[in-house]
């Protein structure tokens, strides 16, 4: 096969699809762990009878789905209906072409890239497709024909606009510290600073971190899904693959925003002050240690989080949700923004 053809299109076809497959199979598998991990958090085992221990609960639950009977309200609005789950899924499986899980390695004498593509907008690519998302929710909470979706609907939008502001701004401190739009250029300049960017922007990290599980509508933020007020939210009328779809989009979202955090502030693939313990790094007993394993593995303590926070706290009441946006993450991300940006202007200057 001619080299160019391999290089264009059937070494990126074969990434895709095993990129697809293996995000479907941690996500499907990400369900099972949060019911185990809130099973013991609350003295309880969670799934335990399909496979050993409940491994195969994920594939029961996909295959429940699939054969389940696929229901249209009498009142919807069909095509839009329809059409919804994918608008939200799309843009979640989209976004994984940009974020590197580690560093460029070598077989057969080919450089092979554990990512899509280095584009050196990557970051507002990813802001710009991961707010079409919210057009789905949208879309499927009004053309339900439902008051409980429709309100779900609008929760989402207004609060997706209220935190990805100052989500935004929280993103612009780790682009002034990197110098650079790329996500792969972005490690990269944590590792010439020979320190992740959590240190000198905690303050970025954590405004991120808030507004990152208010864009996923997870706890204490799952207002749009309020399961006491609004029976589902916006999904309250979908069944059978098409509500898989949403839940499936969740997690993936769940997983982008962890993602992110990894790449932006906890130096993506690198090791733990890769410059300090080079030594330590570069012994016989942690040098086998690949990259990409090191990504996933902090990007495991995030989707924990998450899980951890379903477990721990209550649900904010909607004018609470309102007013730690606008009141206090919005000027603490602006003045956040300010003083990156003297550090930085200084150590440059």
């Given amino acids: 096969m001619p080299e160019p053809i391999l290089q264009l299109l059937l070494i990126p076809l074969v990434k895709i699809v095993v990129l697809l497959v293996v995000v479907l199979l941690i996500v499907a598998y990400l369900t099972y762990a949060e019911r185990k991990i809130l099973g013991y958090m609350q003295v309880r085992l969670g799934p335990n009878r399909v496979g050993p221990k409940g491994w195969l609960q994920p594939v029961a639950d996909g295959l429940k789905l699939l054969v389940k009977e696929d229901l249209v309200p009498g009142g919807a609005e069909k095509l839009v209906f329809i059409i919804a ?66 309100m779900g609907g609008l929760r989402s939008a207004a609060q997706m606009v209220s935190y990805e502001i100052p989500m935004g701004f929280a993103i612009i401190s780790a682009v002034l510290m990197a110098g650079t739009l790329s996500m792969v250029g972005i490690v990269e300049a944590q590792r010439t600073a020979g320190w992740w960017f959590v240190f000198p922007g905690i303050l970025g990290f954590g405004i991120y971190w808030i ?139």
């Fill in 85 to 150: 789950p994918a608008i939200v899924m799309v843009p979640a499986l989209v976004m994984f072409a940009v974020i590197p899980f580690g560093e460029p390695f070598e077989v057969a004498g080919m450089t092979i890239t554990p990512y899509l593509a280095d584009i050196n907008i990557a970051l507002l690519f990813i802001l710009g497709v991961s707010s079409v998302g919210v057009f789905g929710i949208m879309l499927g909470g009004w053309s339900s024909n439902n008051k409980f979706s429709l």
């Fill in 211 to 349: 507004c990152g599980i208010a864009e996923t509508n997870r706890n204490p933020f799952d207002l749009p899904e309020a399961e006491a007020e609004l029976v589902a939210g916006f999904h309250t009328e979908y069944s059978g693959m098409k509500f898989a779809l949403f839940y499936l989009a969740e997690y993936a979202n769940m997983m982008i925003v962890s993602a992110m955090a990894v790449v932006m502030f906890l130096g993506g693939w690198l090791p733990p002050f890769p410059n300090l313990l080079a030594g330590l790094w570069a012994s016989p007993a942690l040098a086998w240690i690949p990259g990409v394993i090191w990504f996933l593995a902090k990007m495991s303590f995030f989707l924990f989080c998450y899980i951890w926070f379903r477990g721990t706290f209550p649900r904010y009441r909607f004018d609470q949700l309102m007013a730690v946006g606008w009141k206090w993450l919005l000027p603490l991300s602006l003045a956040n923004v300010m003083l990156v940006g003297l550090g930085v202007l200084l150590l440059k200057g």
